[in-house]
């Protein structure tokens, strides 16, 4: 395989963002009346917006509707995003060499408003040609929905794509959609077996993504 594009997903990837998200929501739903289960950040993790709003709101017994829910966790996301945006160390100079080589799009559960924010503070708006959250697709992640939205608005082929990604419906999502997927897991969130074995490579951090590995995938 010949690869034509690579494909980052957001949170977990460029952005620490996964322990902010369980923060956030842990905290709103203990104020809101609901009960956070064992099980329910691994869940929660790769879900569109409406998709973990609904799971809030009528599986965890929040007190808020959906739209309630997800308007006032993502404006507290915003709030949290305007005092620092947690970049993983190395993830900025790994976008600009991949950026360097090839068209780059970006595949994030995170909502449009959070996605430029982030960008924005990480000064790689420009690098992406195409970013997209999967509020605008049908089905969040596991679904490959996102990511075969964004090889097409590249103009590509998915399966002459690697995906880069942190979870295990990241991972699930884009080898659902054919990428190859190369995973760097969170060490605070680690991949579901049937995940690692999805994944055609899994490294340890971000700043070992080098065009040379992606080179190898093909």
């Known amino acids: 395989m010949t690869v034509d594009g690579v494909v980052f997903d957001l949170d977990g990837v460029i952005v620490d963002s996964e322990p902010v998200w369980e923060e956030v929501r842990r905290a709103y ?3 809101h009346g ?4 064992d099980d329910t950040q691994r869940r929660l993790m790769g879900m569109s917006t409406g998709e973990w709003a609904r799971y809030l709101s009528d599986e965890l017994g929040v007190r808020r509707t959906a739209d309630q829910v997800a308007a006032e966790v993502v404006e507290e996301m915003a709030r949290r995003y ?5 970049v ?3 993830a900025v100079d790994v976008v600009r060499r991949m950026a360097a080589r090839w068209p780059l799009g970006l595949a994030s559960s995170s909502p449009t408003r959070l996605i430029a924010a982030a960008l924005a503070a990480t000064d790689l708006t420009d690098s992406f040609r195409s970013t997209l959250s999967t509020e ?4 969040g992640k596991p679904a490959p929905d996102v990511y075969l939205r964004v090889a097409e608005r590249l103009g590509l ?3 002459r ?3 880069v990604e942190d979870s295990s419906n990241g991972v699930r999502s884009a080898a659902a959609a054919g990428m ?3 995973a760097v897991p969170h060490g605070a969130y680690p991949l579901d077996p049937d995940a690692r074995r999805l994944a055609v490579a899994v490294l340890d951090s971000i700043d070992e993504l080098t065009p040379e590995v992606v080179d190898r995938l093909g």
């Open 34 to 37: 609901g009960v956070w289960q």
């Open 88 to 90: 993983i160390d190395g």
């Open 157 to 159: 082929d998915p399966t």
């Open 180 to 182: 190859a997927v190369v």
């Open 82 to 86: 305007a005092a620092r945006v947690p």
């Open 136 to 139: 605008e697709t049908e089905r």
């Open 161 to 163: 794509c690697v995906a």
């Open 29 to 31: 739903v203990a104020e």
